[in-house]
């Protein structure tokens, strides 16, 4: 009876077959995945409220005097990732350098007198106003200030717009 009891005792045991075994290493690797995905998710979550928190603060950038400036002149301002552009009357407006299309970075072409997009042909003038498509708004601008003839660009934040408007421009 001895030997009767030891078979079923072993019979009773159940044993890991290569399926159950499987079956646990994927639920493994899947409940290690959603920790992973958890974690970048608020990684790029607190990015995003450091960012904000930091776009709040007004960073004003000194470009220099006013009489540094003609009309008719577009100048870039690397430190502030902008163009400085005098216009006509002598307005100045601060332009950003990102097309408003696809977001690629925009030379000022003196010959033409324009801003071309490299990646997908948009054209603006120095207002930044849409000359030729895809773009279909004119560019970002930053506000403008003139302190005692020194031109101050806060650069803290692009301001979006759908039209050009003088209230865009600074004028001793």
């Known amino acids: 009876m001895c030997e009767k009891h030891m078979k079923q005792e072993s019979q009773d045991v159940p044993t890991l077959g290569r399926r159950s075994v499987f079956g646990r290493i994927w639920a493994g690797l899947v409940a290690l995945a959603i920790l992973e995905g958890g974690w970048l998710i608020s990684l790029i979550l607190r990015a995003k409220r450091?960012?904000?928190?930091a776009s709040n603060s007004v960073q004003i950038i000194d470009v220099g005097e006013m009489t540094q400036f003609i009309p008719g002149q577009v100048t870039a301002v690397p430190q502030g990732r902008f163009f400085l552009s005098c216009l006509e009357d002598g307005r100045l407006i601060a332009l950003s350098r990102t097309c408003t299309h696809l977001?690629?970075?925009?030379?000022w072409n003196v010959e033409k007198k324009q801003f071309i997009c490299p990646c997908h042909g948009s054209t603006f003038d120095e207002r930044g106003e849409v000359?030729?498509?895809?773009?279909?708004?004119?560019?970002?601008?930053?506000?403008?200030?003139i302190e005692n003839g020194v031109i101050k660009v806060d650069v803290s934040k692009p301001m979006k717009r759908e039209t050009f408007d003088l209230s865009q421009t600074a004028r001793v």
Do not use: H, M
């Not at 450091?50 to 928190?53: C, F, N, S």
């Not at 000359?131 to 200030?145: E, G, H, M, Q, S």
């Open 103 to 107: 977001g690629c970075t925009l030379p």
């Open 131 to 145: 000359l030729t498509a895809p773009a279909v708004r004119p560019l970002d601008y930053y506000p403008v200030k």
């Open 50 to 53: 450091k960012e904000g928190a």
